[in-house]
Each structure stands twice: as C-alpha cells, then as structure tokens.
C-alpha cells in the first residue's frame, strides 16, 4: 500500500489521552474516537485487529465452530434466565422518533454476551447423546453500558469479543474440555506476543457456582486489575478471590484503656476519622449492613484500611446475592443514621461477621450505634464478646499473606486478556434444554462458555509494546510486514529503484506499505515509521546506492543488505510464524 493513497494517516498533534494504546492508536491513525469508549478502525487498525481475530480463529477451529449471532436479541430470553433486570451493563434499543416507532416499537436487547441466544440456537438442533460435546464460537461487536469509559480499546461500550460456548453431557466431560481451552488459549497469547507475560489466574465463579473461574491476565505496570502471587503453590489469585490474612499489628505494653463515645459528626472515611480521633488507621472499624436475596440483615465488619469483599462475604453468609440495606434498616438495626454502625450493642437476632483483621486489636475505634459518635478504646472481652469465629471477608491488598500457605504475595497489575468460566446448567434448565441419553432418558446439559476480548488485546500489546517513539507491533500482528521508506524521491534513479523494490517484495507476496511522498524530510518519514511501529523497515536513498537498508523496530542497528537477502530474512520471519509453538 502506498502511504501517500492510506486513509488515515498520522496525527502528529494529537492530544494525550488517558491510557498510552488510545494516544497512539489515534496519534498513528489507526483509530478514531467517535465517542468515549466508541471508536472507528481505519485501514491500519483494521488490518490490526484482522490479524489478531484470524489467530485466534485459527486457534478456536481446533476445539469449536465458529457460527455468526445477532446482536440484537429477544428481551424474553434475558427474562427466562433472570438477567434482564440484573446484568448491570445491560444496553437496549429503542425506536429513536415517532416515525421509527409507528414502524416497529419493539425493544431488543444489544448482547454483551451470548448465552441467551446460543443455548435455545443449540437446542433446535442438538437433542441426542449422539451429538455431544460440541462447542460454537463467534467473533462479533459486544455492547456493554460501562459506568466509565477509559483506557482507549481496554474499557469501551462496543467492542469486539470473541465468546465460545460448549456443551456436554456430563461434568467430567466438560471439565476436561475446560482443561483443554486454558491450553489453547495459552497458544493463542503465545502467538500474539503476550504469552511469556500472561498467566492463569483464579477468579470470581458468579452468584450460581463455588467454583473458581480462570481470567487470563497478562502483566502489566498500567494494568487496570491486581493480581496476587503465592509462590509456594504457583497460584495467582484476582483480588475478588485471593484469600488473605492481614499483617499482624504488634503493640507494645499499651495498656488496656475505659472505652469512650466521641462527639464526631460528618467525618467521611477511615482516614479522616483517624486523623480526627489520633489514632493509626488499623485501630479504626468498618461495619457495613447488608440485606441477602432472602430478605436476611447481615452485618459485616473489617479493619480500617480495607474494603469488604461481598463476593466472599455471600458465600460466608450463603446467599446467591446481597446489597447494602436502606437507611430505614440500618436506623432499625443499630439506632442511628448511616455512618454510625458499629459492633456494639447489635440485637441478638442480627449475625454479624467478622474479618480476622478486626482481630489482635485492643482500644480499638468502632460506630458507637449513636448518631454523630464513635466509641474508642473498644476491647474484646469487655465491650465485645470475642467472636467464637473470624473470617476472611476482605478484599486483598499488598502486604497480606495466604492464610493457608503463610506466604506474603507477590503483587502485580494486570489487564484480563480473557476468560473461561464454568457455567453448569444455569442456562440449559432455563431454557428447559436437554438432552435424551441412550436409555431413552432426558438428562443434563453442562456448559461452559470462554472469552477473548481481541479489541482488548490490540489496545494490551501496545501498553506492553511500546517505546517513547511509538509502538513496537509483534510481528504476528502488525498491520504490515514491511514498512519501506523512499528518501531522495526526487532523484529520478532512486524513486525508479524504490519503486521496483515495492514490487519486487509485493510479487513475493510480503505486505509492504511504502512510504512514496516526495516532499516529506527523512526525519518526519522515519518519525512515522517509528509511530506506527511494524517490524521492519527498509530504506532505499542515495546513500544506500544498489543496496537497501534494513532494520528492525525497536533496535538501534541498521545493516546495508542485496535485496535478495532482504526478502530472505522477510520470508523467514513469516514462516516462523505460522510455525505453531
């Protein structure tokens, strides 16, 4: 491709965005923003991602067939699985004016994901035991109603997914099919050049499994998600899940003091209320009341300093959801307005629990249950019974230990690349989809289901790719193979000569985008090169008289090379990579 015909060249202006893949992304014209989180993929872009979406195709075909589903779909198959009114990114279209709607007035739901259009699609066609397992994938546009827009490709409200789904006939059939996507999937980061940086990490299972699912997080210093490393079992953990048990806080010879209510009215967060009452943030107590799907009050406490993780606090309580209750409750529970709930004096009916960080404590602070006061110098054993259990209900942070190995964690960022997730048979009982064993018998049917966010990962590559001149493409991925750059072009001889180099390379079958403008210096030509950022370029000029000059992206060395080793080295570094790892 010439350079000078490309739609959607460099912005050498553009603005600083908030993540460093969307200010070079737009800087390098391979995208534009239409909107925040909504962007356009020019010529260089969509090259971009077609590569990245053909290996990961290459790699689905091995284990599933891809189909093409709507995305619009029926609101009634999100109310046959109870998602229409829970999913909280959810997105619906409307007619936009009355014209539109005296047409057609039907809603539709815009799929953030799949589930309720392939479990029934699977159903009109797979019924016998014949025909298990089976897997369907697509590569398709997902649309999903973010709260905050950032980070260019990696948080949008439409992007591109590809979403797998299998379907077996027994829990150790699809376990085993489970097994089997984390080793694919791995090829598939291989291949795109994350691989060596990207692990398998346990994460939340949702409100219908205890089991874990596996996210695949590639490391990352801008990372959006932390993740924690327990070394002596070679387990990474997402923060949502990663048990953790908090530093121990040692006091020395701190004598035991009379508890005390101080006045404290409108103090916001743990930080301000122990700058208000002199006291080290751990001596501080967050208790939060929650209401189950039951209709059950819960009370929750942890130290000062962390959150409370609601996914382990469910599966503590036993329910399948909670929320934090209204002000009426928590005025009905403790008997003051919110901001003031403690441990103390709770009625005997509520159950509370507990953190094991708000344990090894003594004169510690808690909500007094009085509007406006906090009681200080708390102590189990004399204001507060000692639970006869603590539990882990925190999120992790940096610093804390696995309870069960001792190890302090090793802590990372992180951006998910994608994720497998055991479904069970949530959505196949829903749909009432079964399956008629050899004994004439309906049985049911497991499912799994398994995504990559291929938009993500051109934005992940980038944040992990990149220099202060631009960005570094892997080779699988770049939107050329070649980047050639014409200089002198003025020069009759020397524009005859990069001109037949261009064809040359492309009757050899090598992707070539030729930089051919005449009246551009060398430095802008070479600032470019380096902005867009493909793998090699090569320099016909003057200077390089018969020969060309040839470089790699990202490395200092230039080598003056015959054109037959050019192609050479080219077609070598094609082969490699169709060569499978």
Not at 20 to 36: E, H, P, R, S, W
Not at 412 to 423: K, Q, T
Not at 437 to 448: A, N, S, T
Not at 450 to 462: C, E, H, L, V
Request: glycine share 6%; aromatic share 10%.
């Amino acid at each position: 491709m010439l350079y000078s015909k490309l739609f959607g060249k460099t912005k050498k202006n553009s603005k600083q965005y908030d993540s460093i893949n969307a200010t070079l992304l737009i800087k390098g014209g391979f995208i534009d923003q239409v909107m925040a989180g909504t962007y356009t993929y020019l010529t260089l872009g969509l090259r971009v991602i077609n590569k990245i979406e053909q290996i990961i195709r290459e790699e689905m075909d091995t284990i599933g067939q891809e189909i093409l589903m709507p995305a619009l779909t029926p609101i009634v198959n999100w109310q046959h699985t109870g998602r229409f009114e829970t999913v909280d990114v959810l997105m619906k279209t409307t007619p936009a004016n009355i014209f539109a709607k005296a047409k057609n007035d039907t809603e539709y739901v815009l799929s953030p994901t799949h589930e309720e259009v392939v479990t029934p699609l699977a159903q009109k066609f797979i019924l016998s035991y014949k025909d298990f397992p089976f897997a369907l994938y697509q590569i398709q546009n997902k649309f999903r109603n973010e709260p905050r827009v950032k980070s260019g490709l990696l948080r949008g409200r439409e992007f591109r997914m590809k979403d797998l789904y299998s379907f077996h006939t027994s829990e150790e059939d699809f376990k085993k099919y489970y097994e089997k996507s984390k080793e694919v999937y791995m090829q598939v980061f291989n291949r795109l050049g994350i691989g060596k940086d990207t692990v398998i990490t346990l994460a939340s299972g949702g409100s219908f499994t205890d089991d874990y699912s596996h996210e695949f997080q590639t490391i990352c210093e801008t990372g959006e998600d932390t993740i924690f490393y327990d070394k002596k079992t070679n387990t990474y953990y997402n923060k949502e899940v990663a048990p953790n048990q908090a530093p121990e806080i040692k006091y020395q010879d701190e004598k035991i003091l009379p508890k005390k209510d101080v006045l404290g009215k409108g103090i916001i967060g743990v930080e301000e209320l122990a700058k208000f009452l002199k006291i080290p943030v751990e001596k501080t107590t967050k208790t939060l009341i929650y209401e189950t799907d039951k209709k059950e009050v819960v009370v929750a406490a942890v130290r000062g300093g962390y959150d409370i993780n609601e996914n382990k606090l469910r599966k503590v309580v036993g329910c399948k959801a909670l929320k934090l209750t209204s002000p009426e409750i928590v005025k009905k529970v403790t008997g003051a307005e919110i901001g003031y709930a403690g441990l103390l004096n709770l009625p005997k009916n509520i159950k509370v629990f507990i953190d094991e960080s708000v344990g090894n404590r003594h004169n510690f602070e808690t909500g007094a249950n009085k509007t406006h006061y906090h009681s200080i110098n708390v102590n189990f054993g004399r204001d507060l019974p000692k639970p006869k259990k603590f539990y882990d209900i925190k999120v992790a942070k940096e610093g804390d230990s696995n309870p069960k190995t001792k190890e302090k964690y090793q802590v990372y960022r992180a951006s998910e690349v994608g994720n497998i997730f055991p479904l069970y048979t949530k959505f196949t009982e829903a749909f009432n989809y079964h399956f008629v064993d050899q004994d004439g018998k309906e049985k049911p049917i497991y499912m799994g289901c398994y995504g990559i966010g291929s938009s993500r990962i051109m934005g992940i590559i980038i944040e992990k790719h990149h220099d202060n001149h631009g960005i570094i493409w892997p080779e699988s991925v770049a939107p050329f193979q070649v980047h050639l750059i014409g200089l002198d072009m003025k020069d009759k001889n020397i524009s005859s000569k990069v001109h037949q180099v261009y064809q040359v390379l492309k009757e050899k079958n090598i992707e070539v985008l030729f930089d051919d403008r005449e009246e551009v210096s060398a430095g802008e030509k070479f600032a470019d090169a380096d902005l867009i950022g493909i793998s090699v370029r090569l320099v016909v000029s003057i200077r390089t008289k018969e020969k060309v000059e040839y470089k790699r992206r990202g490395e200092n060395k230039t080598s003056l090379m015959e054109l037959k080793e050019v192609i050479s080295n080219v077609k070598s570094q094609i082969s490699n990579l169709h060569r499978k790892t």
